[in-house]
């Protein structure tokens, strides 16, 4: 996995980086990711599969919360993204599904659209 400040081209950090050959760019020196490239990396590494905007799948759950209007299915779109510690649990994402109050799902419970 890159670190989310590796060189542009080839995702080495950029204290370990001097002069390195890449397919594309030749050898070059360690050269400022994108912010887009940096999100993405932070992302993969946090194992946070969607973001804030994303358009997501709530999967109806069934078990003892059955009937309660936050166990049921549908669509939504994420509206805040949580992340805690490890040991504090896992990464929260409040989803806000049309006609209908956000709530916060753990990504067991959503998939993407
Ligand atoms: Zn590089």
Same mark, same amino acid.
């Given at each position: ?7 542009? @081209? ?39 599969? @969607?973001?804030?905007? &994303? ?5 109806? &759950? ?52």
């Amino acid at each position: 996995m890159r670190p989310p400040l590796g060189c542009f @081209y080839c995702g080495v950090e950029e204290r370990q980086h001097c002069q390195l050959w890449h397919p594309v760019a030749g050898w070059h020196g360690w050269k400022e990711p994108t912010r887009t490239q940096i999100a993405t990396r932070l992302r993969a590494r946090l194992d946070v599969p @969607y973001a804030v905007g &994303d358009q997501v799948r709530i999967l109806p &759950d069934p078990g003892p919360n059955h009937g309660s209007p936050f166990a049921a299915g549908g669509v939504g779109v994420v509206v805040s993204v949580h992340v805690y510690p490890p040991e504090a649990g896992p990464t929260l994402f409040e989803v806000k599904p049309l006609g209908r109050a956000s709530h916060p799902y753990s990504a067991d419970r959503l998939a993407p659209t």
